[in-house]
């Protein structure tokens, strides 16, 4: 079923005061930011899907945070893209609540205030250059997957029909969720070609396993080699993969067949969710920018255990995990090794990094199985 907004109509019937939450123990960014005067003066703001300020915040609501430190907890939506700078700036990367009215400021006002930032987009992103792209924003018209519209009338998957005219070895086919049995659905997990039903407090509080399994599911070419996941945690999910190291195979083949689906996804009046100060829009912040994760499966026994791997990694660039994904530990000394960055470099520059990076770490472990050093070998910070 659509989005419904009724019940920000009844919270609409109560004062700012009563309404604001109780965030006196909560550690997140959300809580540090989110002032009575904020939420009084966003609260009555909605999207023309009914979005608010109160949809907005209420993951970092539900999730207080830990002794970890502060995190980043807001829900990021489409059509609420256009972003205005409401909330003050932090040492964390500039990003901003939407602007819930959908008007666009002046770009000298919507310039954002860089004196104090120390990474890559600060440095090339000047105001002349903000004013040139800032308008070429194309919002795809979808909501994101938290608040999904359902059923047949889905439009992304409306959409998918559009993949049947792939051809050559991107020729492939749509699988939904709802039609797979179990036992199915969890092959193809244990194989690495599906997701599973989202678990994290996070995504649940935001709603991203709603109505599920309706409206998701997977395509894939005959040869499993190229997929694109429905409405997991963002519309698609676009991967390539091939097992060796081939990676500019696979590079090429992903650049290829996103660009087919992007002209076949124009061809219906959509386009991928873009915005001139952060890059593609997705789901989770963290994967603004670029959104491109490529990983590489690789076999690290000695490494893995040395007291300067994560050190290693931290100078590359590069982040580790388990090969069965978020928040999963390695398995035999299998790692699945991949870029830390979204924003700040080029989707070239990025897989560049992996390639360079997992040639080092291959060099270190041939070091380690030899009992030799790796110190000579310790890379400078990228």
Known sequence: MPFSNSHNLLKMKHSADDEYPDLSVHNNHMAKVLTLDLYKKLRDKQT??????????QTGVDNPGNGWGQCLVLSSRAPCCNLAYQFPDTSVINIKMAQLNNQRLPPDEEYPDLSTHNNHMAKVLTLD?????RDRVTPSGFTLDDVIQTGVDNPVTDSLSALGSLGGDLKGKYYALRNMTDAEQQQLIDDHFLFDKPVSPLLLASGMARDWPDARGIWHNDNKTFLVWINEEDHLRVISMQKGGNMKEVFTRFCTGLTQIENLFKSKNYEFMWNPHLGYILTCPSNLGTGLRAGVHIKLPNLGKHEKFGEVLKRLRLQKRGTGGVDTAAVGGVFDVSNADRLGFSEVELVQMVVDGVKLLIEMEKRLEKGQS?????PAQK
Do not use: A, E, N, R
């Open 48 to 57: 023309s899907s009914g979005f608010t300020l109160d949809d907005v915040i």
């Open 129 to 133: 250059l903000y004013k040139k792209l």
């Open 374 to 378: 790796i110190d000579d070998l310790m």
